[in-house]
């Protein structure tokens, strides 16, 4: 047990509510082929369970990206520069953001966004504990959608956005140009963005990453249609579900799928829902870049790629990329 001193956190919150979920939730089971959106995995349960496939030695993301900003982080802060007001983008649990507040000294304040609110109160009352002095402005949010950005107290030359864990890869190709174009004008002029984007690689490693042996990566996608049950008062059997991951070579990624292992009729509330035997709900994606077309849609969006740090295997990236707009 942590014994730490529990501080009152004020949050700024511009969730999604609960109808939005549940209207979401249904148009996206009424396409064909049935769709859930990825952002709603990460509840308390999901969250958890997604800080467990963190831990995983076969998930290489969080390993090798931390071995990056550990090996690169002097020259991060050195382009990133002075009085920086930095803005997280799904802070999750803040492991990788440690490295930068502890060399970012001067830091105006840190504003971590995540749609996980109860993770997002634990993560920032931990931080105003081991960071003494520095403003943490948490917002709970769907970076999405429309939010409004905390005023800190000091002014800051600089706004610059930290996204790591290659979330960017959970979006579609024109998603994740309007999500880039919109931080661009949002930050810029002279805003940086401090990404990780996840790099193609042999697929078996890709497999292996999302079909982990101890199946938390399964219970982390079956967590969404439990996150259902709960909240929309929906029937689904866990047991007539199962967790589906390949790498799509073509597109560029890899998919998560829950398939039905029968046919079957689900409920929510007082909608019904079909499926038939071997019928899949896709509920995530995550691409998979070259630098060169990272670097395509980046510059796209109003970016210049200022630097790429990789690790020896090619295998992830951390970018820092300047706004232009
Ligand atoms: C946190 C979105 C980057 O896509 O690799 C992990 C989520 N899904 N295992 C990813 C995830 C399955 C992860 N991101």
């Known amino acids: 047990m942590k014994s730490r001193k529990r501080k009152q956190v004020q949050l700024y919150d ?19 082929p049935k769709k859930l959106p990825c952002k709603y995995f990460y509840d308390e ?24 900003m550990e090996a690169y982080i002097e020259e991060m802060v050195e382009l990133l520069g002075q009085r920086v007001l930095l803005v997280e983008y799904g802070s999750g649990d803040c492991t990788k953001t440690r490295i930068l507040l502890d060399r970012l000294r001067d830091l105006v304040a840190y504003v971590p966004i995540d749609i996980s609110r109860e993770q997002l109160l634990r993560v920032t ?6 960071y003494p002095g520095l403003e943490v402005l948490p917002v709970c949010a769907d970076y999405t959608s429309e939010f409004e950005l905390p005023v800190p107290k000091q002014l800051s030359t600089r706004k610059v956005v930290y996204f790591p864990g290659s979330t960017i890869g959970n979006f579609d190709p024109i998603p994740t140009k309007n999500l880039l174009e919109h931080i661009a004008k949002r930050y ?29 990566t399964a219970a982390f996608n079956l967590n969404l249609l439990e996150r ?27 998919e998560m799928h829950l398939i039905s292992l029968r046919e079957q009729t689900v409920h929510l509330g007082n909608v019904t829902i079909p499926f038939a035997k071997g019928e899949s ?7 998979k870049y070259n630098l060169d077309e990272f670097k395509q849609i980046a510059t796209a969006a109003g970016f210049k790629v ?6 020896e295997q090619q295998w992830f990236s951390v970018q820092y990329l300047v706004s232009q707009e």
């Not at 810029?188 to 999302?210: E, R, S, T």
């Open 306 to 311: 200022e630097h790429v740090w990789t690790d």
């Open 228 to 254: 259902i049950n709960r909240e929309l008062n929906g029937d689904f059997n866990l047991e007539w579900f199962e967790h589906y991951a390949f790498y799509n070579t073509r597109e560029g990624r890899v």
């Open 14 to 32: 511009f969730s999604p509510r609960q109808d939005c979920f549940r209207k979401e939730v249904l148009s996206g089971l009424r396409k064909s």
């Open 188 to 216: 810029g002029p002279n805003g940086g963005l401090l990404i990780g984007v996840d790099l193609k690689k042999d697929p078996q490693v890709l497999h292996h990453a999302y079909n982990d042996s101890q199946g938390v």
């Open 45 to 68: 349960q999901g969250s958890r369970l997604f800080e467990r496939i963190c831990t995983l030695d076969k998930y290489y993301i969080p390993r090798v990206e931390t071995a990056i």
């Open 125 to 130: 009352e931990e931080l105003v504990v081991d």
């Open 281 to 287: 709900i896709w509920t995530e994606s995550s691409y």
